[in-house]
């Protein structure tokens, strides 16, 4: 099944990928990251529950058009986007593509074989970048506990021990790029086939939605509807990384065609599947 992608792929032209988003214009790579680290000091940097933290307006514009681009870009291929197959027989209303590993569910493997039996594209180390100072953002270094993240493929959620998280360990292995249309939503779920605790880190570009951000133990109550807004920065670790969260509703018309997405909403998760090979 394919459909057009509007809003999204219409608009704006294929650019070359950006070698950077995370960098400070001409100040080099180091002051890029102090800066985009610091932003979310400024930022109103909220926890929504222990190791869930909000940053709003994370991504500066110009990073949220190179992102634009580059995702229009991997959503024709190698592995173009589509409407992932349930095992019930449903179908995902959200358009998703993925670099590194691709996702099915429930698992990961390199080749997209409910799509087209093709390796997906690799993730570039600038998005690894990206990710790794996303994490340094919304944590500040403070309370390692809450943080934790276990590089190490033997360690899952079951046989992890909060505490040794650093940043610098955080090496995502691979991105989910959802692409929702205005009548798009996603249901309570957890992002659970990642053999890792370590962080998700969530980027949002364009229309505006309601992000439900629930807890460990079922998909219902109590939870936290948080609006996610182009630019904003969610990461789940710690004791929230196994949390129910899902998106209820996108705000059609909310986001600022500046982006290059001249309508609806562009979501990347960034994770560690702790897989090898
Ligand atoms: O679109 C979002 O904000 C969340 C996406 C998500 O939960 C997922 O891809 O697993
Ligand atoms: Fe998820």
Not at 32 to 53: D, F, K, N
Not at 102 to 130: I, M
Not at 144 to 155: N, Q
Not at 230 to 257: C, E, I, N, Q, W
């Amino acid at each position: 099944m394919s459909t057009p992608l509007p809003g999204f792929e219409s608009f704006g032209a294929p650019a070359a990928e950006p070698t950077s988003v995370g960098s400070g214009e001409g100040r080099g790579e180091q002051a890029g990251v102090e800066q985009a680290v610091s932003r979310a000091t400024s930022a109103a940097r909220r926890e929504i529950a222990p190791g869930a933290v909000h940053v709003p307006g994370w991504l500066s514009l110009a990073q949220q058009q190179a992102l634009v681009v580059a995702c229009r870009n991997w959503a024709r291929g190698p592995v173009p986007i589509r409407h992932t197959k349930l095992p019930n027989g449903g179908v995902m209303s959200v358009q998703t593509v993925c670099l590194g590993w691709h996702w099915q569910p429930y698992a990961y493997t390199r080749t997209a074989d409910d799509v087209n039996g093709v390796q997906v594209a690799e993730l570039p180390s600038w998005l690894v970048e990206l990710g790794r100072t996303a994490v340094a953002a919304a944590y500040q270094g403070r309370d390692p506990a809450t943080a934790a993240a276990h590089p190490s493929p033997t360690h899952t959620r079951d046989t992890c021990t909060p505490g040794t998280y650093t940043p610098l360990a955080y090496t995502p292995d691979t991105a989910l790029i959802n692409f929702y249309d205005a009548q798009a939503k996603m249901g309570m779920h957890q992002d659970k086939d990642e053999r890792s605790n370590a962080p998700v880190v969530s980027l949002s570009i364009g229309d505006r939605c309601v992000f439900r951000f629930g807890n460990t133990e079922t998909r219902t109550k109590p939870y936290t509807d948080v609006e996610l807004a182009s630019g904003d920065l969610f990461v789940f670790g710690g004791p929230s990384r196994f949390a129910y969260h899902g998106v209820p509703k996108v705000r059609p018309g909310t986001g600022s065609p500046a982006t290059g997405l001249a309508g609806g909403r562009l979501n990347i998760t960034l994770r560690m599947t702790g897989l090898r090979g």
